[in-house]
Structure formats: structure tokens, C-alpha cells
């Protein structure tokens, strides 16, 4: 039997979203509430923390040793795994993946993904904004102020070099 893909593409990263709303209706009404003993239970929410902040996110390395010191189980491991990986599913790409917590995950990224689209259109359009209070230069002006330079060439080249070469004093500047 083929292992189903990744519930997750590879390129979802929410880190920085710090944690996950947990529905305790959904929690109350699943089996690892009814069926875990105390130690089962924080293991298999540990592994979730940890899936959370995983990439892609909502998955765990499909590691023995790994797996036990995510769950914080350590030496009990072999004990509480069962309950521990209730509702993850290996996939195609060797991760286990939780089916659930993806759903949250592609819902959180969904919405990384729209906020950081309305940031980019706010920034576009506060800098066109900003280009039309400043004046866009256009085509023409670049043309004239080249020609001007140009022209003044030869005007900078007949003033003496040492005068060219000191800064102007106050009185020169303002002269008219």
C-alpha cells in the first residue's frame, strides 16, 4: 500500500505564530481523551507543540529518538507511543504527519499568506503615493537636465582650476 502525500507542501512555514487554538469540543469527543492514561495525553500534546513548529508544519521526523525526547516521554516512550501518535499518518516523504493539526496549519498559512498580500498592496500603494507628492521625473526633465549640464560644461571648464577646486564661500554662493 502507497503512503498517501504530504498533507502540507514542503514550503508552509508559520514559525513565528507561537501556538494554536485547541477545540476542546473536538478534544472532549476524540478517542486519545477517552482512552489516555495522564502520561499519554502530554506526550501526544507535546508532539503537537512540537508539529506546530516544524517545517513543513504539522508534521514530526519519523525518528525513534526523536520522537521520544519531542514527547518528553524519554524512557517511557515505547509506553506511550501508541496513544502518543494517535491521529498522525505517515506520508510519501518519510514524515508523520497529524491530520487534524494540518488542517490548522493550512488555515494559519492561508491567512499568513493574505495578510503578507494586503502588507505588499498597502506598501505599493503608500509608495505610488509618495511618488506623485514627490513628482515622478520624467524622461523629458532627465533629457534637460542633461542638456543643461552639457551646456554648462564648457562654462565650468573657463573658470580657473583653484577656484573650481575650493568650496564656495558664503558670500560667492548667494552672490547674484
Known sequence: MSKPEP??????????????????????????????????????????????????????????????????????????????????????????YHKVLCGDVMTAWEKRVAFRKRTEAATNARRQRNDQRNGDVTESQIQLQITVTEDSKKEIESIPRAVRARPLRFEEFYRA
Do not use: H, Y
Open 7 to 96: 498533507l502540507v507542501p514542503v514550503e508552509v512555514d508559520i514559525s513565528g505564530m507561537d501556538g494554536f487554538l485547541l477545540n476542546v469540543q473536538q478534544l472532549f469527543a476524540s478517542e486519545l481523551w477517552a482512552l489516555s492514561t495522564g502520561d499519554e495525553f502530554k506526550a501526544a500534546v507535546a508532539l503537537w507543540g512540537r508539529a506546530w513548529l516544524q517545517v513543513p508544519a504539522g508534521s514530526l521526523p519519523n525518528d525513534e529518538r526523536v520522537l521520544a525526547a519531542f514527547s518528553g516521554a524519554g524512557a517511557r516512550w515505547k509506553k506511550v507511543r501508541a496513544i502518543a501518535l494517535r491521529g498522525f499518518v505517515e506520508c510519501s516523504d518519510g514524515r508523520l
